[in-house]
């Protein structure tokens, strides 16, 4: 047994001292080393001081240089092309406006290798998020980091005592707002109505009634590109939220999210319209509210409960072929979930390097993984992936219970799981016609102008939108690519 580990000494001395005639060898090149990367950020949330760290690391370990670029978030919602500069290579971008990034071939296909579980983990993202916003057709591009949806909050406890269940659709939805004096006497019912997210408080409440379920047509005629914004589906859309609008406090038309769930929280409430926007609760980036203002902390009524469901659908749709209103086949409810009307994407520029774009995907895998909750500032991220779902903390007010938590994620899962999900107006232009369906809005919640009216005048304004764009056959491509359409010979 000695001989042996003698032998087997001696023959390790040549291993640890080396060969003398044979040169040392040198370490292996990292991939990315001397490759220097431009990180593009939105100006204002905090990226500055909470990715310094992660960007040395990562730098470290790659032997790759890492710039930080800043742009203004005000000018990205109005001018997109000022958020991507020639020498960037990894670009966060608002969400909402991803439809003029797209057109203008300025992303990078998500390479295959890096859709494993072990880089990107793109199947962990939720399907409807990940098929319907985060590519085009069977092209992934962009990994979604914050994708807001709404869902409805109600107090649980008044339901049950009151023998009554969540609403599943938006007559059920009316007709616990119509009866509230009876099993919530004394509260309200609140949404977000203010100017700013008027639109897509609408068109949350709309989709359900005019994404029929064997139609892709929606804003726009996909063969024609002739605005579908004044047709009877709309049109009824709005008319069922006046009806409920009337029965809610004036002050509903100044609300935003935050403010519908402070009044739920504070007991003033029993049904209400919002969404979490993480524990310390400021904006989310880039959502049509006040910005970065930070929403006003919540004080929390003692024994109340709070459920959450996604927000309701219908059970008939109209069919803009036939013009008619058609029930859901087997009695189910046709649900269809709204986002991508404020948050944030990541995106690599098809402008840099093949070799560039490899170590930016390589970086996103490092600051986006299971980290994210640490990595990203708050109001810059929010639920997007399966794996979520096990850390409530990190996505909603201190204010929840932790059984609340996982209700309200719930609900987010089930909305962004939905494939029949939509983008709000994924298309370039998408402020002018944001702001024309706003105009149409206030006159009809104001009483200046009929439904029907209005949305006809909505549907003019887009036309002259996109005349000034390039014609309804441009929009009608551009709709026809978000839609993971090819473009109409």
Same mark, same amino acid.
């Not at 919602?77 to 290579?89: A, H, N, W, Y």
């Given at each position: ?13 040549? #291993?640890? /001292? ?24 939105? $100006? ?20 790759? =240089?890492? +710039? ?16 991507? *500069?020639?020498?960037?290579? &990894? ?39 990940? !098929? ?27 339901? $049950? ?9 938006? &007559? ?18 609140? !949404? ?14 709309? /989709? ?29 859309? #709005? ?11 004036? *002050? ?18 029993? &049904? ?12 989310? @980036? ?15 009524? @003692? ?22 209103? !058609? ?8 649900? /269809? ?13 098809? =402008? ?12 996103? =895998? ?40 996982? $209700? ?13 999900? /939509?983008?709000? #107006? ?11 369906? +706003? ?15 209005? #949305?006809? *005048? ?14 309804? $056959? ?6 026809? =690519? ?8």
């Amino acid at each position: 047994m000695r001989l042996f580990c003698g032998l087997v000494a001696c023959l390790s001395i040549p #291993l640890l /001292v080396g060969c003398p005639n044979k040169p040392p060898v040198a370490p292996a090149k990292l991939p990315f080393a001397g490759q220097d990367i431009t990180v593009s950020v939105p $100006k204002g949330w905090g990226f500055w001081t909470v990715w310094e760290l992660p960007l040395q690391e990562w730098s470290a370990q790659t032997e790759a =240089r890492c +710039t930080l670029r800043e742009y203004d978030s005000a000018a990205a919602l109005s001018s997109p092309q000022t958020v991507i *500069d020639d020498g960037d290579d &990894l670009i966060l971008l608002p969400l909402n406006r991803l439809g003029d990034f797209v057109a203008a071939g300025a992303l990078a296909e998500v390479p295959e290798a890096q859709r494993s579980e072990a880089n990107l983990n793109w199947i962990d993202l939720y399907q409807g998020l990940r !098929e319907q916003v985060a590519s085009r057709g069977k092209r992934p591009l962009v990994m979604p980091i914050a994708a807001p949806v709404l869902v409805c909050y109600f107090r649980e406890d008044l339901l $049950k005592q009151a023998n009554l269940s969540p609403p599943r659709t938006w &007559l059920e939805y009316q007709q616990l707002v119509n009866t509230l004096d009876r099993w919530a006497p004394g509260l309200t019912v609140v !949404e977000p109505w203010s100017e700013p997210f008027r639109t897509t408080m609408f068109l949350a409440r709309a /989709v359900p009634f005019v994404r029929h379920p064997s139609q892709y047509s929606l804003y726009w005629n996909i063969d024609t590109g002739e605005p579908l914004i004044d047709n009877a589906g709309f049109v009824r859309a #709005l008319e069922v939220a006046q009806q409920a609008v009337a029965k809610m406090p004036t *002050d509903v038309t100044k609300f935003s999210p935050a403010d519908c769930r402070r009044e739920i929280l504070s007991g003033r409430a029993a &049904l209400a319209i919002g969404y979490e926007s993480g524990p310390k609760g400021t904006a989310i @980036a880039f959502c049509p509210t006040d910005g970065l203002a930070a929403a006003e902390k919540s004080d929390r009524t @003692a024994n109340v409960q709070i459920g959450f469901c996604r927000l309701p659908g219908v059970d008939e749709a109209y069919n803009q072929s036939n013009q008619r209103w !058609e029930a859901i086949p087997g009695g189910d409810v046709n649900h /269809v979930t709204l986002t991508a009307f404020g948050g944030l994407c990541a995106a690599v520029s098809s =402008r840099s390097s093949k070799l560039k774009q490899e170590a930016a995907w390589h970086l996103l =895998r490092t600051l986006a993984g299971e980290n994210v909750t640490s990595v990203f500032p708050p109001g810059t991220r929010t639920p997007c992936r399966e794996s979520h779902t096990s850390q409530p903390g990190g996505w909603t007010g201190d204010e929840l219970q932790d059984a609340e938590r996982y $209700k309200y994620l719930n609900a987010v899962s089930l909305s962004l799981r939905d494939t029949r999900l /939509v983008a709000e #107006l994924p298309v370039p232009g998408h402020a002018e016609f944001r702001q024309a369906l +706003t105009d149409g809005l206030t006159a009809a919640l104001s009483g200046q102008a009929e439904s029907q009216a209005a #949305l006809s *005048d909505v549907a003019a304004k887009w036309r002259e939108i996109a005349e000034r764009l390039g014609g309804a $056959k441009k929009v009608r491509d551009e709709y026809r =690519r978000s839609l993971g359409l090819s473009a109409k010979e």
